[in-house]
């Protein structure tokens, strides 16, 4: 089997292994949700509202993965020849907006509540509690799953995703245990909480886009000095220059002009295929394109 098709059958099986995952997690962010969204219009509850609106998100990120996840699986084409992996980067990228968007919209609410001192009863039953309990069992075991996928599959949507649902924990967490102040009277608690749902949320964005837009804006990944000590290790290479590298780990594209000290056509290409056997053993599934250059102080 050619190495090309290798290749297209890993990103074939790749595309469906995330696809499960995220199957897997919408089905339980959107239990997560409805009990979320009923505990809180029950109880009155804005900050709980506000927490069902940030794992409403989640639900809308797996739905968007998975159009996102077959696109980027697809194999390389004419129109794209290196692959379609950046669509899976755009897609966490396009997660990182949307929750930059609901973070505005939940703080908007929150301080109008404070400012105008609006704070209308809030009833937090021990439903609320049972509720809330149960959905941030849900969210542990997604997160924990959700994570440990992404890194075995080098993913960076579950990847972002995972760290959408970790922030989620977080939150409804500390809601959990201000309910229990807003059950005492602290009316304006319910607010702050909304408040700090916003900064969470936040927060998670920028990770995101912290890591996303690197690899957008072709970033190099790893560091000329590093591919270069491998490839100069390499038996008939004289030297190597131009070393360009872009993508992320698993999809690593490198680039680089080689001298070789091989005259003929045969022995150079031979070279440059152990180079290419070098950089995967050291940074993993990467293609890799080489200009050869002869030496021209070889005899």
């Known amino acids: 089997m050619s190495r090309s098709a290798s290749r297209s059958g890993q990103e074939e099986k790749y595309g469906r292994s995330v ?18 969204l009923a505990a809180g219009l029950l109880a009155g509850s804005l900050s709980v509202v506000s927490d069902a609106m940030h794992s409403a998100a989640d639900s809308l990120n797996n739905v968007v993965g998975l159009v996102i996840v077959r ?27 949307f929750l930059t968007v609901t973070a505005f919209e ?37 997160w924990t799953y959700e994570r440990r996928r992404a890194r075995e599959l080098n993913s960076a949507f579950l990847q972002a995703d995972s760290s959408h649902t970790l922030s989620d924990i977080a939150v409804s967490a500390s809601i959990l245990v201000g309910l229990v102040g807003v ?3 602290i009316v304006y608690l319910d607010a702050l909480l909304a408040l700090g749902v916003a900064g969470v949320i936040a927060y998670a964005a920028y990770q995101i886009f912290r890591t996303t837009i690197p690899v957008l804006v072709d970033s190099a990944p790893l560091s000329s000095e590093h591919i270069a000590k491998v490839v100069r ?10 070393i360009r590298s872009r993508g992320v780990p698993g999809r690593i594209f490198i ?14 290409h031979a070279v440059t295929e152990e180079v290419e056997r070098q950089l995967e053993k050291e940074f993993g599934p990467c293609t890799v394109t080489i200009h050869v250059e002869p030496d021209e102080e070889a005899d």
């Open 19 to 36: 696809r499960r995952v995220l199957v897997v997690t919408l089905v339980l962010n959107v239990l997560v949700v409805a009990g979320k």
């Open 71 to 97: 696109i980027a699986s697809a194999a390389p084409d004419e129109e794209h020849p290196s692959g379609h992996h950046k669509f899976e980067t755009l897609g966490a990228f396009g997660i990182a907006g």
């Open 106 to 142: 939940v703080a908007s609410g929150a301080v109008k509540r404070l400012l105008g001192g609006s704070f209308g009863p809030v009833d937090v039953t021990p439903l609320t509690f049972t509720v809330m309990a149960a959905t941030l069992v849900i969210n542990v075991f997604v």
């Open 183 to 185: 059950r005492r009277g």
């Open 233 to 242: 290790e390499t038996p008939g290479v004289e030297s190597v220059h131009a």
């Open 255 to 268: 680039a680089m002009h080689l001298v070789v000290t091989p005259t003929n056509t045969f022995e150079a």
